[in-house]
C-alpha cells in the first residue's frame, strides 16, 4: 500500500461515493457560495456562462484539470515523498506546503481577500488526493468549486 492510499481504505470508486467526508466537502461549496452572495451581494448574471461558454469551460473545467494534475499530482506528491510527518489536524505537511503555494499563486490575477481565501479549498483538494489516491475527487471537487462560484460570481 502506498503512503498516500494508506489513510484511506474505500481508494475503489464505490468506496468513494460513500466517503462522507467527501458529501460534506461538496456541500461546503453551495453553504459557502451562498454565504459569499449575501457578503458580497454580486450582479448575479445567470446567463452570463450562455454569453461566454468558452471563457466558462476554461475556468470550470479546463483550469481545474490542469492545476489539479500540477499541484497536487506532481507538486504534493514530489513533496509528499521528501516530508515524513504530518502538520496540522491531519493535513500532511505535502498538502499545506502545496496549497500556500497554489494559494500564493492567485495573488496574480484575483484580489489579495480571495486568493488568500484560496487556501481552503486548496486544502479541501489536498487533503482528497492523499485520502483517495487519486487525482479524480480533487479534479471533481475543484470543477465543482469553480462551476459555482464564477456562475454566481462572474468573471
Not at 497536487?72 to 496549497?99: E, M
Not at 484580489?111 to 487556501?119: G, I, T
Request: proline share 7%.
Amino acid at each position: 500500500m502506498s503512503r498516500l492510499s494508506a489513510s484511506f481504505e474505500g481508494n475503489t470508486v464505490p468506496g468513494r461515493l460513500l466517503d462522507w467526508k467527501l458529501w460534506l466537502a461538496l456541500a461546503a461549496g453551495p453553504a459557502v457560495w451562498f454565504a459569499l452572495a449575501l457578503i458580497v451581494h454580486p450582479g448575479f448574471r445567470p446567463g452570463w456562462p450562455l454569453a461566454k461558454p468558452w471563457v466558462f469551460i476554461t475556468l470550470c473545467l479546463i483550469y481545474p484539470v490542469l492545476e489539479e494534475i500540477v499541484f497536487r499530482g506532481l507538486l504534493q506528491d514530489w513533496l509528499a515523498q521528501r516530508f515524513k510527518r504530518r502538520a496540522l489536524y491531519g493535513l500532511s505537511a505535502a498538502n499545506v506546503v502545496t496549497s500556500l503555494i497554489f494559494a500564493a499563486l492567485h495573488f496574480i490575477y484575483h484580489p489579495p481577500l480571495y486568493a488568500a481565501l484560496v487556501l481552503f479549498p486548496s486544502l479541501v483538494f489536498g487533503y482528497f488526493r492523499e485520502r483517495h489516491a487519486t487525482l479524480a475527487t480533487p479534479i471533481a471537487l475543484h470543477i465543482w468549486y469553480n462551476a459555482g462560484y464564477f456562475f454566481i460570481f462572474g468573471l
